[in-house]
């Protein structure tokens, strides 16, 4: 069981990126999904979380201006960032709450680059 994530980029200040994150493998289900992030020098973040009922969290940072959705039929979860500072420039990860036979997993992804240029 695995994430692989695709999106990221680099992008001017104010542009807009998605972000997605496909879990595969023998999958069960599927609990809360989200998406950390880590600049150089900085520790990683919460940028946004999304439960199985499709209730919401995010970091006030980004509020307003990234949503977090997921489409549970493809196992998948994505990040619209929306009016993209320079300061979002991280790497993103993407964590899942997945259940696989009768073992639970907290799966992260590989991350993905985010470069927004001022």
């Known amino acids: 069981v695995q994430l692989v994530e695709s999106g990221g980029g680099l992008v001017q200040a104010g542009g807009s990126l998605r972000l997605s994150c496909a879990a595969s493998g023998a999958i069960f289900s599927i609990n809360s999904m989200g998406w950390h992030r880590q600049a150089p020098g900085k520790q990683r973040e919460l940028v946004a979380a999304i439960t199985s009922t499709t209730t919401t969290n995010y970091a006030d940072s980004v509020k307003g201006r990234f949503t977090i959705s997921r489409d549970n039929s493809k196992n998948t979860v994505y990040l619209q960032m929306n009016s993209l500072k320079p300061e979002n420039t991280a790497v993103y990860y993407c964590?899942?709450?997945?259940?696989?036979?009768?073992?639970?997993?907290?799966?992260w992804g590989q991350g993905t680059q985010v470069t927004v240029s001022s």
């Open positions: 964590n899942a709450d997945v259940w696989s036979g009768y073992r639970q997993y907290d799966l």
